[in-house]
DNA sequence: CCTTGTCCATAAATGCTTTCATATTTTTTC
DNA sequence: GAAAAAATATGAAAGCATTTATGGACAAGG
């Protein structure tokens, strides 16, 4: 069933059919009336490879994250994903790793096959060196790019994200304030925002003269989501010699793990470990105590960061860069 | 830059062109060169569009799930969207939450998009009622549908699942084995597999010659999330006269639900309570104690999957179902 | 009677794949 | 070694199913 055939049994002209399928005003409403009957009764739909083809779009956005099935990553893509189809968007999904290569070739994967526009899940796609880079440059040059979490001062990039050094500052000071002053800080390096926060935590450190020479970081380097070696990694860090009692992960995984430590030493929380996580995430209230993290209200980000993208598409003007600020979410783990 | 604009540059026709692009065999040496080289060059990629409209394709699957950000759903995803890649497909992503009228309306748009099949992720799309199922039986009329954890029999729909029952049988029979007689089966209706898992454990209960009258369930109604609900609600369920000391919940929310309800009624796991989860997620490992969990293999479900599917679109025959067996890895919260 | 505006059809454009026919090369045969 | 047969390489042109620019017909208004 083609638009030849609805024109067909209809009466009129392909042109004709194709105006009232687009909801031009150039159609009698008699006429529009008996061709949109004729559509019904006959089920059709367009052909959307042709129709492609004389828009030059599909209506659907890609959507790249390096790991679909990380907690953090995973609901960002569903309110992204809930919020394009309410726009009228499909989205192209591609869990790209962490790995460079495999990113622009996802990339170019995307443009080959049209996309409006392309997401970037996630601050792992933002590298220290700008020449690595040059994949989102060059993919700007094509479509427009969004950046979830990530900044990046290019054409036709736009970011949105939240105020990582702020927040994590605002966390340090807080738990500084609260009478510890030996504070761990527990990350995981993978992220652009890792580094903001842990730049935020050694200022704050530092801006109350704290612990100048020493101040105490640890990299997690095992798997993302294995509590048990972080733990691992937290107590053998603590036997060598470091002391703390209290530790600032940058996500709520390593929080968890900071859990699992304490409970493997007999530390209580918060009396003898007080604990901050990051994200909010789920895990925060499925532990015991109850985790204290730092909520970037991811929901917001990604409306935001959605109604931008089809903002741009529709030809309007959007800033660069939008920031918005965290906030901490005090629960059990912290005093 | 289009294929004509290869051609004249190449000096060979446009058919030419193609048949290198689709590596067709009848095309000399040379000439290949000629136009790779002219290809290269101008960093030529032909408009997908136009490709699908030759070819009535653009090999894109169409993944459904109610809810993305959901551990296990999220999991799924991530390794159908992987192996899909692998073999040269895109997936476009469908959120559909758990209305039928929203499933219904992402099916036609998926199939107005003209993908090449579509995977339903997650038991709840399938209904009791019969007639609930058409928007499936529909579809499958177009492009082969693939169930993920559910099954349904009708032609061009294929399902791959684990054997709910078995495993909550043998869950079940285990904790009696334990000498837990008095069991609560804590669940949360949405879903197919949920009911499979139910009547496993009735019948292995009754099996047993336990508690005919009155064997424990309870039907968590709350957000799925939402650990305090799930505690308070089991709370009140003991309050209220149920007695039991274990537990299995039909998923590992439930679970830690379950154990958080022991937390704060003071109840040691395992001594005074046990518990056992479903989809051995990474909550399984988060908690204390770590918790038992009867574990799917997800990955090698998903896997097989999609590659059933693969061969379905590439005109092999595959099994209309296919059932793998779960097993259950024993934690802390058994005995 | 001329203008203006509404409604609709014709035809061109979109960029590829593929069939069919033809030209060219290679192989076979005597 | 030449003619015939077979295999291979290439081009022309017809799809594929839309959108949209152009212009014609007709009616109403001045």
Redesign the interface.
Known sequence: MTIYDISEKAGVSIATVSRVLNGSSNVSGKTRQKVLDVIEKYEY?P????R??GL?T?K?IG?MCA???D?YL??A??YI??KL?AGGY??????TGYNLETKISSMN?LI???VDGIILVGSNFIYENDKDNKYIHDAAMQVPVMLLNAALDSPNVFSILSDDYASTYEATLQMIASGITDILYFYNSRTYSGKKRLSAFLDAMRGQGLANEDILTLLYRGSH????AMAKQLTAFSQSGGVFHGIIASDD?LA?GA??YA?ENGLRIPEELSVLGHNNS??A????PELTSVDDNLELLCNQLTHALMEVLSGNEVPQKTVFSGKIIKRGTTR
Do not use: H, P, Q, V
């Open positions: 739909t052909n959307a490879f042709a492609g083809l030059n599909m659907t959507i790991d679909s099935s907690l995973a609901k893509i569903y994903e809930r189809r499909d989205s192209i999904l591609c869990c994967l080959t096959k049209k989501e294995d509590i048990s995984y968890l859990i699992k409970r789920m895990l209230t499925c532990c015991d």
